[in-house]
T-cell receptor, first 109, second 114 residues
Framework: KQEVTQIPAALSVPEGENLVLNCSFT??????LQWFRQDPGKGLTSLLL?????REQTSGRLNASLDKSSGRSTLYIAASQPGDSATYLC????????FGKGTRLHILP | DGGITQSPKYLFRKEGQNVTLSCEQN?????MYWYRQDPGQGLRLIYY???????QKGDIAEGYSVSREKKESFPLTVTSAQKNPTAFYLC?????????????FGDGTRLSIL
C-alpha cells in the first residue's frame, strides 16, 4: 500500500532564502508525482508534475526532482517571497493518487 | 475561463439530514474526483468517475453517494450514514483517469454539523 510522507510538517524561513521541501513514497511503481500549493480555505493549485520517466521539472523559481529508486521527491523554491507562504502537498500516482499531509510554509518578511 | 466550480462554499447539516455538494467543470474533462480533507491531513479519495454513467468507490466511500449523469457534473451526497461529515470537500477533474494527466481542483466546500 502506497504511503506518502512529507517532512517537515511546518517550516519558517526568512524572505530571500532558498529552501527544499521533501516528499517520500513507499512504492516506486508510480506513473507520476505532482506538487500542489494550497492557500488557507482554498482548493489545490498544481505547481509541477513529474512523469515517472523524468528526473525533474522547472517552473520559474520552482524546481521539482524525482528519484524513483529511493522513493523521494524534492521541491526547491529559490529566492523565497512572502507570497510563497502556503501549504505544499505532494501526491504520488499509481492506480490511485495518494497525497501527503503537506508542509506548511511561512516566509518571514 | 475554464475551471471547476464547487457550491456552496459553506454548508451546514443537521443530524439525520442528507446534503448534496455540487461540482461543475467546463474543462471537457472525462474524469472527476471527490476528496475529503481533515485539518492537518492530506486528501482522501471518496469517489471517482472516469466516464459518464460510471463511477467507482475510493478509500472512504461509506456514507457518501455520487452520480455522473452529465460529463460536466459530479454531485456528492453526504448521507446521514456518514457519522463524521465535518470536513473540507474538494472536487477535481483530469482529462482522463490514469496515466500522466494532472488534476485540476475546485475551491472546495466546507461542511459543518449544526
Amino acid at each position: 500500500k502506497q504511503e506518502v510522507t512529507q517532512i517537515p510538517a511546518a517550516l519558517s524561513v526568512p524572505e530571500g532564502e532558498n529552501l527544499v521541501l521533501n516528499c517520500s513514497f513507499t512504492d516506486s511503481a508510480i506513473y507520476n508525482l505532482q506538487w500542489f500549493r494550497q492557500d488557507p480555505g482554498k482548493g489545490l493549485t498544481s505547481l509541477l508534475l513529474i512523469q515517472s520517466s523524468q528526473r525533474e521539472q522547472t517552473s520559474g523559481r520552482l524546481n521539482a526532482s524525482l528519484d524513483k529508486s529511493s522513493g523521494r521527491s524534492t521541491l526547491y523554491i529559490a529566492a523565497s517571497q512572502p507570497g510563497d507562504s502556503a501549504t505544499y502537498l505532494c501526491a504520488a500516482r499509481d492506480d490511485k493518487i495518494i497525497f501527503g499531509k503537506g508542509t506548511r510554509l511561512h516566509i518571514l518578511p | 475561463d475554464g475551471g471547476i466550480t464547487q457550491s456552496p462554499k459553506y454548508l451546514f447539516r443537521k443530524e439525520g439530514q442528507n446534503v448534496t455538494l455540487s461540482c461543475e467543470q467546463n474543462l471537457n474533462h472525462d474524469a472527476m474526483y471527490w476528496y475529503r480533507q481533515d485539518p492537518g491531513q492530506g486528501l482522501r479519495l471518496i469517489y471517482y468517475s472516469q466516464i459518464v454513467n460510471d463511477f467507482q468507490k475510493g478509500d472512504i466511500a461509506e456514507g457518501y453517494s455520487v452520480s455522473r449523469e452529465k460529463k460536466e457534473s459530479f454531485p456528492l451526497t453526504v448521507t446521514s450514514a456518514q457519522k463524521n461529515p465535518t470536513a473540507f470537500y474538494l472536487c477535481a477533474s483530469s482529462p482522463r483517469s490514469g496515466g500522466n494527466q494532472p488534476q485540476h481542483f475546485g475551491d472546495g466546500t466546507r461542511l459543518s454539523i449544526l
